[in-house]
């Protein structure tokens, strides 16, 4: 079994466990309403915004006998460069100030994920952020581009208001295989197991965070 084959069968119970939270399972329903839409994208901008400076964190963190890593770190940079951006773009659209959501706070499960993906470079294995790659990655795959479609039918939104959700549920299944590529090239256990564990806190993280989102359900009349 390659390594990626084994960190999505050693990490499937926790995927499981944040797939089924009742937030993810009627957002991608599209049941949700504007409100609990735009809660999701002020999250999700917290977080991201942090995305490029993790990348260059873990790539300076990074041995000298995982060079090739740095190399494809400085890929996933170019690639991710100004999505924050884009969530902020989303909110404006769906008629918040994105003003007010670029210079507010975090909710705390925000801000715990970030903090534990700073200590995970620092303090632990920095290979272990690809725990967190993992996990956001793959979860957009599975769910963004279902989800957008629904909510935008659901809430009469413009296709302005999904440029975050739309373009990561596409973009990322090009990830995704660029990631299954260099997992496969991780051949030291250590690297391996810090994988494994930081993903399976990243799936309790990142749900602790859909978890707190106010689940509201879109007026139908």
């Known amino acids: ?7 999505i069968a050693q990490t499937e119970q926790e995927r499981n466990a944040m797939l089924s939270i009742p937030f993810i399972q009627q957002g991608a329903a599209g049941k949700l309403s504007l409100d609990s ?3 999701f994208l002020t999250q999700a901008y917290h977080h991201v915004k942090h995305t490029i400076p993790l990348l260059m964190a873990c790539g300076g963190r990074l ?3 995982l060079e090739w890593l740095r190399v494809a770190i400085g890929e996933y940079i170019e690639e991710e460069m100004g999505h924050q ?11 918040a100030d994105k003003e007010q959501v670029r210079h507010g706070m975090p909710s705390m499960q925000t801000e715990l994920m970030v903090a534990y993906a700073y200590d995970t470079i620092m303090r632990g294995n920095p290979v272990g952020f690809f725990g967190m790659v993992l ?9 963004a581009t ?17 440029s975050y959700l739309t373009s990561h549920g596409s973009l990322d299944v090009g990830h995704v295989d660029f990631y299954r590529d260099l997992m496969n090239k991780l051949d030291q256990e250590r690297d391996q197991q810090a994988v494994i564990h930081a993903a399976k806190v990243f799936y309790r993280l990142y749900g602790d965070i859909f978890r707190a989102l106010p689940m509201r359900y879109a007026d139908k009349g």
Do not use: C, K
């Open 1 to 7: 079994m390659s390594f990626y084959d084994e960190l």
């Open 37 to 39: 839409y735009q809660a």
């Open 63 to 65: 041995p000298e006998r």
């Open 85 to 95: 951006e884009w969530i902020l773009n989303d909110i404006e659209a769906t008629g």
């Open 135 to 143: 996990v956001l990655e793959g979860t957009s795959v599975a769910l």
């Open 146 to 162: 279902h989800a957008a479609d629904h909510i935008r039918e659901t809430l009469n939104l413009p296709q302005a208001a999904f």
